[in-house]
């Protein structure tokens, strides 16, 4: 045994601030208190308990935390509470979000002999809340030991880091407390990718030189993986290096500079805009970097580009034509593409760009000065600046911010695949924490929310309040929930909500000292309020309640519906 003792708890805490998280999200209940307490002994002040309102609004802001801040943790009690949190665990799953779900389980004692405890089914199994969420999860471990216990610990965080997936880890009560070996602190974790396999990665580099020098008009389009697997620095550098015309996949915003001159357009299959679509399409190679082929990521799949013409470039594989080639990673493959292209060359038949930034057009139909999504989003794009946190509702804002270009440095947060209405609030709040836990603090932190999706998670805004966040909260007022209206239900009673909420007096109700509220109806005074120094500086936490037409809706969203309609009617 070594002579370097540390408390099981301790050594998964100094594990956690070592990989960077300063936020330890969740709920507290009686399996998980004795490991709570252990929290304090780690760190300075700076690393801390930050509880949640409920555990599903802890896993979204988990959630939102790791997409800005890299990994996350939560903790949560045995059955009713880790429950609680699965939905938002699973959309982790679904999106590749790396969170350390720690569930505080009863007693290694306990577990043993089987008792009749509450929180359980009753039926002496306390593994079954476990198995499920073996499904969801990368890996599952349960520390009954402390002898095994540090290894256990660093082997499932390396994993969660690498795959960016949720991790399960149970801590029964008393094995927080067991006295383990402290000498693997000493040795950083293991959170390098895989290294490529040399022989694959020089036969798919050799032919991805070869097409590219071949092809007479090469297009790039970058999706979600590239920000998942840390690839962002080096799939710009490609854009910089070779100059090809460049688009991304609702996903994939932010994920590249959009301010670059090489950017042009959003690229979501048949949906999208059809100049946008031709030069892309027109394209005899497309280098496609980090794909995520949902549906509502790619127009439900109607991308016009043959495989034959396409270069795939993943985490751990890649694909040219028809080619596959095993552990070739992207993140250390892109700087060989462009150390082996000949640029000079590459640049002189690079494509040109012609993106036109999205104008505010007011939407036909409705009274002069009135908000519509046509002219929201381009117009929101005027008000956003460098290094912002923008977080969009599944819906309505996911759709809209298509329109809206990010500027540079900017992170985009949204849920495309998962999709669950109400993410957003418990995304927000960890988002404003992993900035205020960042180099950056200062940046700024935007939620852009319809109304019916506020309901489901709008306590969250709460916990902002209580730990001193200051986002800036649209609430689009539109009278319920437009996305499902357009799919199935225009006039349906099930797509209302309570219309008469206060907005203005939310922030207030849940004890905001110093907040400001807006109430928006027409075009001008939004413009007025951008234009407001004191708004801009986000001083404060602020709400902005925007009116919009019942019926208003992007123009993708439109589309999109309408295919997802037809195929929810398939037999």
Same mark, same amino acid.
């Given at each position: 045994m070594s002579s370097e003792q540390i408390l099981v708890g301790e050594y998964l805490f100094q594990r956690l601030l070592q990989m960077g998280i300063k936020s330890i999200l969740g709920v507290p209940g009686d399996f998980n208190l004795a490991l709570l307490d252990l929290i304090d002994k780690v760190g300075d002040e700076t690393f801390r308990w930050v509880g949640n309102a409920n555990e599903l609004n802890g896993a979204y802001a988990a959630d939102g935390y790791a997409r800005v801040k890299g990994i996350s943790a939560i903790i949560t009690t045995f059955g009713v509470g880790e429950l609680s949190a699965l939905n938002g665990i699973a959309g982790c799953m679904s999106e590749r979000i790396p969170v350390v779900h720690i569930v505080g389980v009863p007693s290694t004692k306990n577990q043993a002999v089987k008792p009749l405890l509450h929180h359980t089914l009753g039926d002496g199994d306390f593994k079954v809340f476990e198995r499920m969420s073996a499904e969801i999860s990368a890996e599952v471990q349960f520390l009954d030991s402390a002898e095994t216990a540090p290894q256990k610990i660093d082997h499932i965080l390396e994993t969660c880091w690498r795959e960016k997936k949720p991790v399960y880890l149970a801590i029964p009560s008393d094995s927080g407390y067991f006295s383990c070996d402290a000498s693997g602190l000493k040795t950083p974790l293991n959170l390098s990718y895989p290294e490529n396999c040399p022989v694959a990665e020089a036969e798919a580099l050799k032919e991805i030189v070869s097409r590219i020098n071949s092809a007479k008009k090469t297009a790039i389009l970058v999706d979600a993986c590239v920000s998942r697997f840390d690839a962002k620095e080096e799939t710009q550098a490609l854009i910089d290096a070779t100059h090809f015309p460049t688009y991304v996949t609702p996903m994939g915003k932010t994920a590249i500079n959009e301010s670059s001159p090489y950017f042009d357009g959003v690229y979501v299959g048949s949906l999208t805009e059809p100049d946008v679509k031709e030069r892309l399409e027109s394209a005899d190679l497309l280098l496609n970097v980090g794909a995520l082929r949902s549906d509502f990521n790619t127009g439900t799949f109607t991308y016009g580009t043959p495989v034959t013409n396409t270069i795939e470039l993943h985490s751990t594989w890649t694909q040219v034509g028809t080619a596959k080639y095993e552990k070739v990673g992207m993140k250390a493959l892109l700087p060989k593409i462009i150390a082996a292209l000949d640029l000079k060359a590459v640049q002189a038949k690079a494509a040109p760009v012609n993106f036109k930034v999205p104008t505010p057009t007011a939407a036909e139909g409705y009274p002069a000065g009135t908000i519509t999504q046509k002219w929201f989003w381009p117009t929101l794009s005027t008000f956003l600046k460098d290094s912002d946190v923008v977080v969009t509702e599944t819906g309505t804002s996911n759709f809209g911010s298509l329109d809206c270009r990010m500027p540079k440095n900017a992170t985009h947060l949204?849920?495309?695949?998962?999709?669950?209405?109400?993410?957003?609030?418990? !995304?927000?709040?960890?988002?404003? *924490?992993?900035?205020?836990?960042?180099?950056?603090? +200062?940046?700024?932190? @935007? %939620?852009i929310v319809g109304d019916g999706s506020l309901a489901l998670t709008v306590q969250e805004i709460s916990t902002c309040i209580r730990q001193g966040l200051k986002p800036i909260i649209f609430v689009i007022n539109n009278n319920g929930y437009t996305i499902e209206?357009?799919?199935?239900?225009?006039?349906?009673?099930?797509?209302?909500?309570?219309?008469?909420w206060n907005y203005q007096n939310l922030l207030k109700d849940y004890g905001a000292k110093d907040s400001r509220s807006y109430n928006i109806?027409?075009?001008?005074?939004?413009?007025?309020?951008?234009?407001?120094?004191?708004?801009? !500086?986000?001083?404060?936490?602020? *709400?902005?309640?925007?009116?919009?037409?019942?019926? +208003?809706?992007?123009? @993708? %969203?439109?589309?999109?519906?309408?295919?997802?309609?037809?195929?929810?009617?398939r037999v």
């Amino acid at each position: 045994m070594s002579s370097e003792q540390i408390l099981v708890g301790e050594y998964l805490f100094q594990r956690l601030l070592q990989m960077g998280i300063k936020s330890i999200l969740g709920v507290p209940g009686d399996f998980n208190l004795a490991l709570l307490d252990l929290i304090d002994k780690v760190g300075d002040e700076t690393f801390r308990w930050v509880g949640n309102a409920n555990e599903l609004n802890g896993a979204y802001a988990a959630d939102g935390y790791a997409r800005v801040k890299g990994i996350s943790a939560i903790i949560t009690t045995f059955g009713v509470g880790e429950l609680s949190a699965l939905n938002g665990i699973a959309g982790c799953m679904s999106e590749r979000i790396p969170v350390v779900h720690i569930v505080g389980v009863p007693s290694t004692k306990n577990q043993a002999v089987k008792p009749l405890l509450h929180h359980t089914l009753g039926d002496g199994d306390f593994k079954v809340f476990e198995r499920m969420s073996a499904e969801i999860s990368a890996e599952v471990q349960f520390l009954d030991s402390a002898e095994t216990a540090p290894q256990k610990i660093d082997h499932i965080l390396e994993t969660c880091w690498r795959e960016k997936k949720p991790v399960y880890l149970a801590i029964p009560s008393d094995s927080g407390y067991f006295s383990c070996d402290a000498s693997g602190l000493k040795t950083p974790l293991n959170l390098s990718y895989p290294e490529n396999c040399p022989v694959a990665e020089a036969e798919a580099l050799k032919e991805i030189v070869s097409r590219i020098n071949s092809a007479k008009k090469t297009a790039i389009l970058v999706d979600a993986c590239v920000s998942r697997f840390d690839a962002k620095e080096e799939t710009q550098a490609l854009i910089d290096a070779t100059h090809f015309p460049t688009y991304v996949t609702p996903m994939g915003k932010t994920a590249i500079n959009e301010s670059s001159p090489y950017f042009d357009g959003v690229y979501v299959g048949s949906l999208t805009e059809p100049d946008v679509k031709e030069r892309l399409e027109s394209a005899d190679l497309l280098l496609n970097v980090g794909a995520l082929r949902s549906d509502f990521n790619t127009g439900t799949f109607t991308y016009g580009t043959p495989v034959t013409n396409t270069i795939e470039l993943h985490s751990t594989w890649t694909q040219v034509g028809t080619a596959k080639y095993e552990k070739v990673g992207m993140k250390a493959l892109l700087p060989k593409i462009i150390a082996a292209l000949d640029l000079k060359a590459v640049q002189a038949k690079a494509a040109p760009v012609n993106f036109k930034v999205p104008t505010p057009t007011a939407a036909e139909g409705y009274p002069a000065g009135t908000i519509t999504q046509k002219w929201f989003w381009p117009t929101l794009s005027t008000f956003l600046k460098d290094s912002d946190v923008v977080v969009t509702e599944t819906g309505t804002s996911n759709f809209g911010s298509l329109d809206c270009r990010m500027p540079k440095n900017a992170t985009h947060l949204s849920q495309v695949l998962w999709g669950a209405i109400g993410w957003s609030v418990g !995304a927000l709040f960890g988002a404003c *924490l992993a900035v205020k836990d960042s180099d950056k603090p +200062d940046r700024r932190t @935007v %939620l852009i929310v319809g109304d019916g999706s506020l309901a489901l998670t709008v306590q969250e805004i709460s916990t902002c309040i209580r730990q001193g966040l200051k986002p800036i909260i649209f609430v689009i007022n539109n009278n319920g929930y437009t996305i499902e209206r357009l799919i199935h239900g225009l006039h349906a009673v099930y797509n209302d909500i309570n219309t008469e909420w206060n907005y203005q007096n939310l922030l207030k109700d849940y004890g905001a000292k110093d907040s400001r509220s807006y109430n928006i109806h027409t075009e001008t005074e939004l413009v007025e309020l951008f234009q407001n120094k004191e708004f801009a !500086a986000a001083d404060v936490i602020q *709400l902005v309640e925007v009116h919009m037409p019942l019926l +208003d809706a992007p123009r @993708v %969203l439109v589309e999109q519906a309408k295919l997802t309609a037809a195929i929810n009617k398939r037999v």
